[in-house]
């Protein structure tokens, strides 16, 4: 384990920037937290996390794909990626940390998405532990723990120092390119935070939210519930928790005519969108019911069966605090089973 | 004015309930924490007294849902409507699009509603949020308490409220109010003032924080349609992501043109937004312009009022004018 | 290699039953205008939805002027009147969002005023070429 002063931590910010492409949460100006690319000034943000989530790092919200350029009965395919470079991203949390194991299961089991792998190869992710878990907070109910939060490197924040820990070989390599700006250290400050953190964990409202009434397997219990209706029955149909979430990790592939040829491109897609998988025959999800229905047992039924249980979801709190009209995977869970034990 | 009370709805709400005036309440309803506050279709008494609230959160206009759910619950229902979204409730209805037999309205007054966001801003990780005389007491997670004047903390749409009468109900709780002075055209002034260039880097900046979530469109009580063109694969412009700072602003402008005459202002769009970016300043310019060249025209007024853009006068101002004012 | 002066590209909706047939007599009278002008005919100035525009500037116009009957004499009464409305709000709408104001006009010209066509071309030729590409409301996926 290696520490600094938090007065030092713009000087790495600096060493790292002068090598690869540093992003991290700043404040903007509407005064919350986004993640930029890292320049002189910048300062990293003391909000628990962004308003929108780390994932399009990984995998951007638009993406092309290729290019079909026509010359009278030929075409031309046009492979349009270009070398990517490295790139680290500081401050994550272990929940959008975690969503990036999530997102690996999606897309580097085979077959293997090459444009995921590329970015997931080049990026180097350093997270940093809440040191003040917020009401929205929901993790531990998916077995995180956010005074441990994984990705290549861990840090820790203290009062005056920062705390740095590789878990990676990519992570390694970090700690060496800081090693002159960092100094050995023992992990006994890291401890203390640790429990401090525990502590504030043990208060949360949403603590002792349960995951028992889901899981693999659950489908021909949860699918017919009569609570659909009623916890849908408001919802606008709009995608801001799909696009707010670390998770979502629905696409679509689309077409663009330039006029000059096309561009095949992907972005991000919604299931609460009424033109979510459409068909040639039409929509399999006719109602907002059915669409709403989709998103949460894909994420806590679906996923876990498909993936030896575990969850998609990671509990960051984002769409709690982002649905317009409040509604969000909490109150899903608790009125379809999940009962809390206070 | 005498703040009206959860109990006054609830009671009214189960008395109509229960003299089968009605089938359903269209309400407000408690969430996870004080701010977390959802609209809900109430059945019956137990849910109403256990689950009704409204407090300073119940920002939601609920008008737009009277559209899916007039066709939707085969009795009456009976909606709470604030000032502002009467408005939106007669423009619905100018448009026919649902049956003002099966609804039954109630009027309550609104003393501005509070952006949890903005509260978020001063301090994170909220146990609880009380209401004062002056703002709010806001609780954290680690027993700090601090408090917040109630006009820093107001919605966007709030801020500069535009009323506190009611231009649509069968009935009305607490007491009316009156038309109010506003500056809600200011900040619009204040973009017309600047250059060209000052003016598109703000809206390049602004509107780059879009992620298309349609989150303003589905909140909109104006955006109705059945099928919107951007969601229509059929129409040309189908596009599920902001590809390009083109199609963050051909999304933007086509919807604020495509309610222009009919948007009452209600706010909901900023509100919705979850990136911050200040749509309504779009809708308040074509309100101003409309104004300003076609008359004063406040859309929700009265049901069967004549939009501005579905109607023409011979004199109308000529395309090339609009710009020239104050030149 | 010669630097060559930005040709700007235009696209003029105009009336099927006045700005058009101008257009035509503009050119029986061997009246010129510049080739950058593209007409797109329409049976109304009514009948451009703002899309139309914005896809016009999309797909690479640095300028967009529309065409119809002068007031009150549309071919279908009041067509016109309703387009007027339209375009002033979005014209008034893009200039609010920083896009500059020259690259849009609307113009009434009728089917006898073929030197009025060719002089509004000419103009808005002219004025739109000063102002250089159209960078604000540009789709780059289409310019390449």
Known sequence: MRKCSLSAINSIFEEIAKNTMLFLPVDNKDGKAEYKKWQEGFLLSEKLNTVKSPKEFLFPQTENLMEFKTSGKNIEIIDTRTAKEDFVVFGVRACDAKAFDILDKVFLTEPRDSYYASCREHGTIITLACNKPSETCFCSAFGIDPANPMGDVSAWKTENEMFFEANTEKGEKFIELIKNLTEKTDNKEVKKQKEKISNIMKKLPLANLSTEKFGGGKTKELFDAPEWAELSSTCLGCGTCTFVCPTCQCYDIKDFNTGKGVIRFRCWDSCMYSNFTLMAHGNNRNSQKERFRQRFMHKLVYFPENNDGTFGCVGCGRCLSRCPISMNIVKVMKKLGGKTND | MQKITTDALVQKAVELLNNNTVSYVLGWKKGEFDYDITPYVFKDEKTLKEEFIYSDFCGVNLSKYLVAKTKELAGKILVFLKPCDTYSFNQLLTEHRFNREKVYAIGIPCEGMLDIDKIKLNLEGISSIVETKEGVKVNTLDDKTIELEKQAILLEKCKNCKSKKHYAYDELLGEEGDVLDNNRFDEVAKLESMTAEERFEFWQSQLSKCIRCNACRDACPACTCEKCVFDNPNSGIENKSPANSFEEKLFHIIRAFHVAGRCTDCGECSRACPQNIPLHLLNRKFIKDINEHYGEFQAGLEVGQRGPLVSYTTEDVEPSDVFNKGE | ?144
């Open chain 3, 1 to 144: 290699m010669q630097i060559t002066e930005h040709k700007p590209l235009i696209v003029a909706f105009c009336c099927n039953w006045c700005s058009y047939a101008g257009a035509d007599l503009a050119g029986n009278n061997r009246l010129n205008y510049p080739a950058d002008v593209k007409i797109i005919r329409v049976p109304c100035s009514c009948r451009v939805n703002p899309m139309f525009v914005l896809r016009a500037f999309q797909k690479g116009a640095d300028g967009v002027i529309i065409c119809g009957c002068h007031p009150g004499d549309c071919h279908y009464t009041s067509g016109n009147y309703y387009a007027r409305r339209r375009m002033a709000m979005l014209f008034s709408m893009l200039d609010y969002l920083g896009i500059e104001r020259e690259r849009t006009r609307v113009e009434w010209v009728s089917a006898a005023e073929g030197a009025k066509f060719s002089a509004t071309m000419n103009d808005f030729v002219e004025k739109v070429t000063k102002l250089g590409k159209n960078k604000r409301l540009e789709d780059l996926r289409c310019k390449k």
